[in-house]
């Protein structure tokens, strides 16, 4: 049996790539801020995993964070990356190797900014996952 967080992660930058209207507007979907990226940009977070087993069989419940980061002036163009990742994800994700998806589930945003940096957009989702004998 694969990773649950690795494939559920792999299968949400996937329907994130797919997504045309967001993919027209960022410069990519990446696993953590890179050095040098072009905003807007979508990264990725370590995700956690947390036990969901039953008595017979192996079950995780996996948080899944997202960070938006845009320099713009204002946020406007953050709140249109962030909808856009919630559009791509809102049909929820498929089962992956070893794992059925049991629930895939939005569940909160954040928008920060430094003084001195870009605008940041936490999105954080939460997956529950049963392993497949």
């Known amino acids: 049996m694969s990773s649950a967080l ?3 992660q792999q ?3 996937a329907r994130l790539q797919a997504h045309g209207p967001l993919m027209d507007l960022v410069s990519g979907i990446y696993d953590g801020p890179p050095p040098r990226a072009d905003f807007p940009y979508v990264a990725l977070a370590t995700g956690a995993s947390l036990d969901w087993s039953h008595k017979s069989g192996v079950g995780r419940e996996l948080s899944l ?3 938006v980061y845009d320099d713009g002036e204002t946020a406007a163009r953050l709140h249109r990356v962030m909808a856009l990742v919630e559009e791509a994800l809102e049909p929820g994700l498929e089962d992956v ?3 059925q998806i049991v629930t895939f ?3 909160r945003t954040r928008i920060l900014r430094r003084a001195a940096g ?3 957009g936490l999105m954080e989702y939460r997956a529950k996952v049963l392993g497949i004998q």
Do not use: I, M
């Open 6 to 8: 690795e494939g559920v």
């Open 11 to 13: 299968q949400l930058v």
């Open 65 to 67: 964070a997202l960070t």
């Open 97 to 99: 190797a070893g794992w």
């Open 105 to 107: 589930d939005f569940r």
């Open 118 to 120: 870009p605008w940041s």
